[in-house]
C-alpha cells in the first residue's frame, strides 16, 4: 500500500480507499493496549474475538454500534425489553432455533469486518525488545463492508478511545 500511495505524480483521488489505517501510541505496552482494545470492543454491540497469543482479533458489525446515537437507541430498546418482562412477570429464555437463524442474518448484513492487530512500535525497522518498550502500534485493517465512512468512523472511535483516558466501556 505505501508504494502505491508515495507516488508524487499520481493524484491521490485516482487511488482506491486505503484499507489499512495504523496508529501508535506512546508510552503504552501492548499488553494494556490490547486489554483496553478487548475491553472497548467486547463493550458493543458487535462480533468481536480476539486471541492474546497473536495480540490479533477480528469483529463484524452489521451497523455503525459504536457512535452515541447507537448506544442511547440500545440503551432505550433495553429498558423496554426490561420493562416488559417486569410487567408480564417472566424473564424471557432463549430458543436454540432462534440462536441459529440469528448467526445466519449476521453473517449475511455485516456492514463491517475489521482486523486488529496490536505490537509493539517498531524503531528502524526492528521491533523493540521486551525490556525497552516505547509504545504500541495499532493496525485496524478493513476486511468487509462497502462504506468507507464506516470504516473511517470506526478507526477514528478506536483511536481515540485507546489514546485518550479510558474510562471502561464507551
Do not use: C, H, K
Given at each position: 500500500m505505501d508504494v502505491a500511495r508515495n507516488i508524487p505524480s499520481l493524484p491521490r483521488n485516482l487511488?482506491?480507499?486505503?484499507?489499512?489505517?495504523?496508529?501508535?501510541?506512546?508510552?503504552?505496552?501492548?499488553?494494556?493496549?490490547?486489554?483496553?482494545?478487548?475491553?472497548?470492543?467486547?463493550?458493543?454491540?458487535?462480533?468481536?474475538?480476539?486471541?492474546?497469543?497473536?495480540?490479533?482479533?477480528?469483529?463484524?458489525?452489521?451497523?455503525?454500534?459504536?457512535?452515541?446515537?447507537?448506544?442511547?437507541?440500545?440503551?432505550?430498546?433495553?429498558?423496554?425489553?426490561?420493562?416488559?418482562?417486569?410487567?408480564?412477570?417472566?424473564?424471557?429464555?432463549g430458543d436454540e432455533d432462534e440462536d441459529m437463524s440469528d448467526e445466519e442474518e449476521d453473517e449475511e448484513e455485516v456492514a463491517l469486518g475489521f482486523k486488529i492487530e496490536v505490537g509493539g512500535m517498531k524503531k528502524d525497522g526492528k521491533e523493540e525488545a521486551e525490556g525497552e518498550e516505547q509504545g504500541t502500534e495499532v493496525r485496524i485493517r478493513w476486511l468487509r463492508g462497502k462504506e468507507s465512512v464506516l470504516f473511517e468512523s470506526f478507526c477514528g472511535m478506536v483511536r481515540r478511545k485507546l489514546t485518550g483516558g479510558f474510562t471502561g466501556g464507551c
Open positions: 487511488l482506491p480507499f486505503p484499507s489499512t489505517y495504523i496508529f501508535s501510541i506512546p508510552a503504552t505496552s501492548p499488553s494494556t493496549t490490547a486489554s483496553r482494545l478487548n475491553t472497548l470492543l467486547s463493550s458493543l454491540d458487535l462480533q468481536w474475538q480476539y486471541r492474546a497469543s497473536i495480540s490479533t482479533g477480528v469483529g463484524f458489525a452489521a451497523r455503525n454500534v459504536w457512535s452515541r446515537a447507537s448506544r442511547r437507541e440500545r440503551q432505550q430498546q433495553q429498558q423496554s425489553i426490561n420493562e416488559s418482562e417486569e410487567r408480564d412477570g417472566r424473564v424471557e429464555g
